[in-house]
């Protein structure tokens, strides 16, 4: 089948070249019947899907001035994040798509492997002043598949009234929750959401540790590192955490954020998402530093990239991909961080707000969430093991048999190279 649908398109692209070929057709002319999608002839409109109401009234201000300086209008459509990627499968092929469209990262594999989204052709100057770890999480087999407009990460928040200093190590941030905790009086020294993978897994993975094996710049999905003996060691830790009750095994997220701004937390690693709200409860009293060392290595958080997707059915690609350029750009995305206190995906955009730097710096030293669709298979069972040992279960065994669930839930999906590892 593969060499009829070859023999297929080598003819398409002949009977292209032979009509474009005809007299008085230049280089250009050829160039554009090849590359009708990618023309330079400006639209009269942009289609652009944004995620949710402060996006719409943003992006609605900066398209205008966008529509000013080309004279194309750009329709904006309020779609959810989390839908944009189901949606687009549905409405592109039926030509009601978007040219550009917003995802988080980890929804690259699978928005390539569909078809949905195109390479970007990017100059060196076009990527400069991008973070490149949030560039490389947007990259899928070493294609360019977005560009980068909001990083999210962890950092350590810290009550001033409760600690004094910012930890430096991890074993400062031990001993002010052994001072600090007192859990008959909901007091607690240090607080993350454990049972769930994504807060815990900077105290879980250290920086040679892995969740899928790379061979060079891409993962291999048959090697797991979830079970290795540094992370059951770390698990173990943790457990030990829960015994001394220095992590509550009810708690929430929620709760905790509500403990933390009733003053009744020392220290808690999170995301920037309610900074507004602590910077209010605090004043002055709110202290934010980046992850503490552990064995004398920065502690890596996951770094989580939401940005801009070229449609691969946009029939305007060279004028889609100007508009995101126009919308990443140094002077939209310092826009975008004062207005809406959110960290962008460039390093030449500063925040004037310190705390926010904090999570700016950390963003740098943060380890991109594998963007392949395998990964949605480990975050479930991952966080059952979490759970699982929160409630005194063997960390090894809770851990083995996650790695277990994984493998099997990957082989279901790639039936084709389930004798792949044992080859």
């Given at each position: 089948m593969s060499k009829i649908l070859k023999c297929i398109t080598l003819t398409v692209v002949m009977l292209l070249i032979v009509t474009a070929c005809g007299p008085n057709r230049s280089k250009e002319d050829i160039d554009k019947a090849l590359n009708k999608d990618n023309s330079k002839d400006k639209p009269n409109q942009l289609t652009m899907w944004v995620d949710g109401d402060k996006q719409m009234a943003f992006y609605k201000k900066i398209t205008d001035q966008y529509t000013k300086k080309t004279g194309i209008k750009v329709k904006l459509v309020n779609i959810g994040q989390n839908d944009q990627l189901e949606n687009i499968s549905l409405d592109a092929p039926a030509g009601k798509g978007p040219d550009i469209f917003f995802l988080a990262h980890d929804n690259t594999g699978s928005a390539y492997l569909q078809g949905l989204a195109a390479e970007i052709k990017l100059s060196k100057d076009e990527l400069k002043g991008f973070n490149k770890q949030a560039l490389k999480a947007m990259n899928y087999d070493n294609k360019q598949l977005a560009l980068p407009a909001i990083v999210e990460t962890t950092a350590l928040f810290y009550n001033k009234k409760l600690v004094k200093n910012a930890p430096q190590t991890l074993e400062e941030v031990e001993a002010n929750a052994a001072k600090l905790t007192d859990s008959k009086k909901k007091q607690y020294g240090m607080l993350f959401d454990a049972k769930n993978f994504y807060f815990n897994y900077p105290f879980l993975f250290g920086n040679d540790d892995y969740i899928f094996k790379k061979n060079g710049s891409e993962y291999d999905i048959h090697q797991l590192g979830l079970n290795s003996k540094h992370v059951v060691k770390n698990a173990e830790r943790l457990q030990k955490w829960y015994d001394k009750g220095y992590l509550p095994k009810a708690a929430t997220h929620d709760v905790m954020i509500g403990l933390f701004k009733e003053g009744k937390v020392g220290q808690f690693v999170t995301g920037p998402w309610n900074i507004n709200e602590y910077q209010e409860t605090f004043g002055k009293d709110l202290g934010v530093t980046t992850l503490p060392t552990d064995g004398g290595k920065p502690m890596k958080p996951f770094l989580g990239v939401r940005g801009w997707y070229l449609s691969e059915y946009s029939k305007h690609k060279y004028w889609a991909k100007d508009l995101m350029l126009y919308?990443?750009?140094?002077?939209?995305?310092?826009?975008?961080?004062?207005?809406?206190?959110?960290?962008?995906?460039?390093?030449?955009?500063?925040?004037?707000?310190?705390?926010?730097?904090?999570?700016?710096?950390?963003?740098?030293?943060?380890?991109?969430?594998?963007?392949?669709?395998?990964?949605?298979?480990?975050?479930?069972?991952?966080?059952?093991?979490?759970?699982?040992?929160?409630?005194?279960?063997?960390?090894?065994?809770?851990?083995?048999?996650?790695?277990?669930?994984?493998?099997?839930?990957?082989?279901?999906?790639?039936?084709?190279?389930?004798?792949?590892?044992?080859?």
């Amino acid at each position: 089948m593969s060499k009829i649908l070859k023999c297929i398109t080598l003819t398409v692209v002949m009977l292209l070249i032979v009509t474009a070929c005809g007299p008085n057709r230049s280089k250009e002319d050829i160039d554009k019947a090849l590359n009708k999608d990618n023309s330079k002839d400006k639209p009269n409109q942009l289609t652009m899907w944004v995620d949710g109401d402060k996006q719409m009234a943003f992006y609605k201000k900066i398209t205008d001035q966008y529509t000013k300086k080309t004279g194309i209008k750009v329709k904006l459509v309020n779609i959810g994040q989390n839908d944009q990627l189901e949606n687009i499968s549905l409405d592109a092929p039926a030509g009601k798509g978007p040219d550009i469209f917003f995802l988080a990262h980890d929804n690259t594999g699978s928005a390539y492997l569909q078809g949905l989204a195109a390479e970007i052709k990017l100059s060196k100057d076009e990527l400069k002043g991008f973070n490149k770890q949030a560039l490389k999480a947007m990259n899928y087999d070493n294609k360019q598949l977005a560009l980068p407009a909001i990083v999210e990460t962890t950092a350590l928040f810290y009550n001033k009234k409760l600690v004094k200093n910012a930890p430096q190590t991890l074993e400062e941030v031990e001993a002010n929750a052994a001072k600090l905790t007192d859990s008959k009086k909901k007091q607690y020294g240090m607080l993350f959401d454990a049972k769930n993978f994504y807060f815990n897994y900077p105290f879980l993975f250290g920086n040679d540790d892995y969740i899928f094996k790379k061979n060079g710049s891409e993962y291999d999905i048959h090697q797991l590192g979830l079970n290795s003996k540094h992370v059951v060691k770390n698990a173990e830790r943790l457990q030990k955490w829960y015994d001394k009750g220095y992590l509550p095994k009810a708690a929430t997220h929620d709760v905790m954020i509500g403990l933390f701004k009733e003053g009744k937390v020392g220290q808690f690693v999170t995301g920037p998402w309610n900074i507004n709200e602590y910077q209010e409860t605090f004043g002055k009293d709110l202290g934010v530093t980046t992850l503490p060392t552990d064995g004398g290595k920065p502690m890596k958080p996951f770094l989580g990239v939401r940005g801009w997707y070229l449609s691969e059915y946009s029939k305007h690609k060279y004028w889609a991909k100007d508009l995101m350029l126009y919308i990443t750009s140094k002077d939209t995305l310092q826009k975008y961080t004062d207005e809406m206190s959110e960290i962008t995906g460039r390093v030449d955009v500063k925040s004037s707000n310190p705390n926010l730097k904090v999570f700016e710096k950390q963003a740098r030293h943060a380890e991109p969430m594998p963007n392949i669709p395998e990964m949605r298979q480990v975050w479930e069972p991952m966080g059952n093991a979490s759970i699982f040992i929160s409630n005194g279960k063997n960390p090894k065994q809770a851990l083995d048999e996650a790695t277990n669930d994984i493998t099997q839930n990957i082989k279901i999906l790639h039936p084709s190279q389930n004798d792949k590892k044992g080859d």
